[in-house]
T-cell receptor, first 112, second 115 residues
């Protein structure tokens, strides 16, 4: 069974700092990996999706990388802002299958 | 305005009662999912459906039931057999083919509390 781990569980940084969130998974036979953002009491919003054949994806201040062989992905957030404060979750989809396995998330607080 | 709607936002259940959570999408997506989220834990899959009239159990299906009679609707029933149903329930959908088929879109969630 796929195990997805996110470290750290919580992170607090001053505004303007660049930061990296980590996601690791045990089974490297993945179809893709997706990063989500969740605000308190809300649903998830997709940020970036990386196919297994890709190494990274970028959207604005966000950059996600994937190293399938080592079972790791990172989400890089540049020039953090208070509005970035949320929980960030990663999820992987295995080959074969239509199930997605989620990490426990990293709770980010950006201090003004 | 396209998206996924879940209702109600808050739901209270008495011991021994069955309750049904609604999930509707107007995105014309084929696949739909139900997840449960507990504090400090990631999302865990309850059921998913790839097409109408077909659904598969996820990792924690015991005490839950679903139906998929229409493409846009995937209701979840929490039965009295579910011993610890207090949680945040999230519904998601995904287009099963073509460009952007892998991205999951989530509803706003239903918070269920057992009294």
């Amino acid at each position: 069974k796929q195990e997805v781990t996110q470290i750290p569980a919580a992170l607090s940084v001053p505004e303007g700092e660049n930061l990296v969130l980590n996601c690791s998974f045990t089974d490297s036979a993945i179809y893709n990996l997706q990063w989500f953002r969740q605000d308190p009491g809300k649903g998830l919003t997709s940020l970036l999706l990386i196919q297994s054949s890709q190494r990274e994806q970028t959207s604005g201040r966000l950059n996600a990388s994937l190293d399938k062989s080592s079972g790791r992905s990172t989400l890089y957030i540049a020039a953090s802002q208070p509005g970035d404060s949320a929980t960030y979750l990663c999820a992987v989809r295995l080959i074969p299958g239509n199930q997605f396995y989620f990490g426990t998330g990293t709770s980010l607080t950006v201090i003004p | 305005d396209g998206g996924i709607t879940q209702s109600p936002k808050y739901l209270f259940r008495k011991e021994g009662q069955n309750v049904t959570l609604s999930c509707e999408q107007n995105l014309n997506h084929d696949a739909m999912y139900w997840y449960r989220q507990d504090p400090g834990q990631g999302l865990r899959l309850i059921y998913y459906s790839q097409i109408v009239n077909d659904f598969q159990k996820g990792d924690i299906a015991e005490g839950y039931s679903v139906s998929r009679e229409k493409k846009e609707s995937f209701p979840l029933t929490v039965t009295s057999a579910q011993k610890n149903p207090t949680a945040f329930y999230l519904c998601a959908s995904r287009r099963d083919a073509g460009t952007g088929a892998d991205t999951q879109y989530f509803g706003p969630g239903t918070r269920l509390t057992v009294l």
